[in-house]
């Protein structure tokens, strides 16, 4: 059962967004004496098929297109007038048959009402109307979405239509503006990440109380999508649902199609779970490591509480301001600390850090913009070089935090024999190993703790609600409510 229930979606969230994005646009023209006309000019998404089948897939909208206009359906364009600010919706035309084989054909006031926008009209009448709406002279301007994700590689799709020739079109503006305009999150955008996390994080709940030793890895991926949609509404996960365990957790990305969560585990084995729901094209992100036989063992607790010490360090020391590469050296620092002490390592710390040892264990990065996609855009515009060191050099964003971004914060540890053994013959970093205690835990896998942090003012709120310390964790496993039930002055579980 659940608590919670998906909460209304206020299409005022996307009207918001294209004011955002055409303040920030008109402002950029603006400062460079350019005109103020044209249109922004994006596509939306299109259903596509099963290779050559006719099974449709299961229709996730374009995230850049979700973002301005919060449409559902494929197919559709979206534009918005620069010199008025009028949104204008283009529908595909629907053939008679759609009404037998898929519902009822809407009229266009249906999505005009729907999605709040000034004008509703068909694809095959885009030339018509923009040439109709634009009050400049000349070809009208279209500004097409068109640049790099730096977090794929990929490169956006510009909007293409047959005519598309009667216009100008710029391809250079557009990306960097509207990528920026995602960073920042307004106040409607934080109530449904919020919602996101909410869900999740009763989820990940239901898992760690419904695990026991014997099942099956997709087992647990199982139950948290369930939960998710049952009580959640998110039919859409944010991404490929991680259920790893034994050896599996120390596989950063585990959880696809070559190793499809598919091992079943045993007494013993620690489990590493990465899995966030999607709600209303909003991400959550989440990890909870946790040993599957509801105890900690001491060694298996030395390396949670080092993760543990480290996502709580950055969580008290992030506010605007700061420095994300230096939150990754001060997760990786208290990291490294605490394998000294617990005798896994020897030396001295400084030198570890100067050699880059962290990334030995830690080699992805401390964590990435969230919003629309859970690799949100933004992290590495135009200014802001990426790091090239290990370790550093696999974070998604090396900017400055400021208010109102949303940012995971996911330290890990991990043994992964790729890294381990070429550093253990390294001349430089083998000095750094205790032999005799590394090899106890050479099978231990991996832990990551994961949670989602939106900066404010002042600091950060973390948005995930999970056990974190082993004792809440264990007290869960054994039957325990969550949140702790608090009566009086004392906390039960």
Same mark, same amino acid.
């Given at each position: 059962?659940?608590?919670?229930?998906?909460?209304?979606?206020?299409?005022?969230?996307?009207?918001?967004?294209?004011?955002? !994005? *055409?303040? %920030?646009?008109?402002?950029?023209?603006? +400062?460079?004496?350019?005109?103020?006309?044209?249109?922004?000019?994006?596509?939306?998404?299109?259903?596509?098929?099963?290779?050559?089948?006719?099974?449709?897939?299961? #229709?996730?909208?374009?995230?850049?297109?979700?973002?301005?206009?919060?449409?559902?359906?494929?197919?559709?364009?979206?534009?918005?007038?620069?010199?008025?600010?009028? $949104?204008?919706?283009?529908?595909?035309?629907?053939?008679?048959?759609?009404?037998?084989?898929?519902?009822?054909?809407?009229?266009?006031?249906? @999505?005009?009402?729907?999605?709040?926008?000034?004008?509703?009209?068909?694809?095959?009448?885009?030339?018509?109307?923009?040439?109709?709406?634009?009050?400049?002279?000349?070809?009208?301007?279209?500004?097409?979405?068109?640049?790099?994700? =730096?977090?794929?590689? /990929?490169?956006?799709?510009?909007?293409?239509?047959?005519?598309?020739?009667? @216009?100008?079109?710029?391809?250079?503006?557009?990306?960097?503006?509207?990528?920026?305009?995602?960073?920042?999150?307004?106040?409607?955008?934080?109530?449904? !990440?919020? @919602?996101?996390?909410?869900?999740?994080?009763?989820?990940?709940?239901?898992?760690?109380?419904?695990?026991?030793?014997?099942?099956?890895?997709?087992?647990?991926?199982?139950? #948290?999508?369930?939960?998710?949609?049952?009580? &959640?509404?998110?039919?859409?996960?944010?991404?490929?649902?991680?259920?790893?365990?034994?050896?599996? $957790?120390?596989?950063?990305?585990?959880?696809?199609?070559?190793?499809?969560?598919?091992?079943? *585990?045993?007494?013993?084995?620690?489990?590493?779970?990465?899995?966030? &729901?999607?709600?209303?094209?909003?991400?959550?992100?989440?990890?909870?490591?946790?040993?599957?036989?509801?105890? *900690? =063992?001491?060694?298996?607790?030395?390396?949670?509480?080092?993760?543990?010490?480290?996502?709580?360090?950055?969580?008290?020391?992030?506010?605007?301001?700061?420095?994300?590469?230096?939150?990754?050296?001060?997760?990786?620092?208290?990291?490294?600390? $605490?394998?000294?002490?617990? %005798?896994?390592? =020897?030396?001295?710390?400084?030198?570890?850090?100067?050699?880059? #040892?962290?990334?030995?264990?830690?080699?992805?990065?401390?964590?990435?913009?969230?919003?629309?996609?859970?690799?949100?855009?933004?992290?590495?515009?135009?200014?802001?070089?990426?790091?090239?060191?290990?370790?550093?050099? +696999?974070?998604?964003?090396?900017?400055?935090?400021?208010?109102?971004?949303?940012?995971?914060?996911?330290?890990?540890?991990? *043994?992964?024999?790729?890294?381990?053994?070429?550093?253990?013959?390294?001349?430089?970093?083998?000095? @750094?190993?205790?032999?005799?205690?590394?090899?106890? #835990?050479?099978?231990?896998?991996?832990?990551?703790?994961?949670?989602?942090?939106?900066?404010?003012?002042?600091?950060?709120?973390?948005?995930?609600?999970?056990?974190?310390? =082993?004792?809440?964790?264990?007290?869960?496993?054994?039957?325990?409510?969550?949140?702790?039930?608090?009566?009086?002055? /004392?906390?039960?579980?």
């Amino acid at each position: 059962m659940s608590s919670l229930s998906p909460p209304p979606v206020p299409m005022e969230l996307h009207a918001v967004n294209r004011r955002k !994005l *055409f303040d %920030s646009l008109r402002r950029h023209l603006s +400062s460079t004496d350019r005109p103020l006309d044209g249109f922004v000019l994006l596509q939306g998404g299109e259903e596509k098929n099963r290779y050559c089948t006719d099974h449709a897939e299961l #229709f996730r909208q374009e995230s850049y297109f979700a973002y301005l206009f919060g449409v559902r359906e494929p197919d559709f364009y979206g534009a918005i007038d620069i010199g008025s600010g009028k $949104s204008i919706l283009f529908i595909p035309r629907l053939p008679d048959d759609y009404a037998v084989w898929l519902g009822e054909i809407k009229p266009l006031s249906h @999505f005009k009402e729907t999605y709040m926008v000034d004008m509703v009209c068909y694809v095959d009448e885009i030339i018509q109307v923009l040439s109709e709406q634009f009050k400049g002279s000349g070809k009208p301007l279209l500004y097409l979405l068109h640049g790099l994700n =730096t977090d794929s590689g /990929n490169l956006s799709k510009p909007a293409s239509f047959e005519g598309i020739e009667k @216009f100008e079109t710029d391809l250079t503006t557009l990306h960097p503006i509207l990528a920026e305009c995602r960073v920042i999150k307004s106040s409607l955008e934080l109530q449904l !990440l919020q @919602f996101a996390n909410d869900i999740s994080s009763e989820a990940h709940v239901e898992v760690m109380r419904k695990v026991t030793p014997g099942m099956k890895e997709y087992q647990m991926e199982s139950m #948290f999508l369930h939960h998710t949609y049952m009580y &959640g509404g998110c039919r859409h996960c944010s991404y490929t649902c991680i259920c790893a365990t034994g050896d599996n $957790s120390a596989v950063l990305h585990y959880g696809h199609a070559a190793a499809p969560n598919d091992r079943t *585990f045993e007494d013993g084995d620690l489990a590493l779970l990465d899995m966030g &729901g999607e709600y209303h094209f909003y991400a959550s992100d989440i990890t909870c490591s946790f040993p599957v036989n509801g105890k *900690f =063992t001491s060694d298996q607790s030395l390396i949670y509480n080092a993760v543990l010490k480290a996502h709580n360090s950055v969580i008290s020391a992030m506010k605007p301001g700061v420095n994300w590469v230096d939150m990754h050296k001060l997760a990786e620092r208290i990291i490294l600390e $605490s394998l000294k002490k617990g %005798s896994i390592l =020897t030396g001295d710390v400084e030198e570890m850090m100067l050699e880059r #040892f962290g990334a030995v264990f830690m080699p992805h990065g401390l964590g990435h913009f969230m919003g629309i996609d859970t690799h949100d855009t933004g992290g590495y515009p135009l200014g802001v070089e990426r790091p090239k060191e290990p370790g550093l050099k +696999s974070l998604r964003t090396a900017r400055d935090l400021l208010e109102g971004m949303v940012i995971t914060v996911e330290p890990g540890c991990y *043994f992964i024999k790729a890294l381990l053994v070429p550093a253990m013959e390294n001349a430089k970093t083998s000095k @750094f190993f205790n032999r005799e205690t590394i090899e106890r #835990f050479k099978n231990i896998g991996g832990v990551r703790i994961e949670s989602d942090l939106v900066v404010t003012a002042n600091g950060c709120k973390n948005m995930t609600n999970v056990p974190r310390e =082993t004792w809440e964790i264990e007290a869960v496993m054994a039957g325990g409510s969550w949140p702790p039930v608090t009566t009086g002055n /004392n906390t039960t579980n």
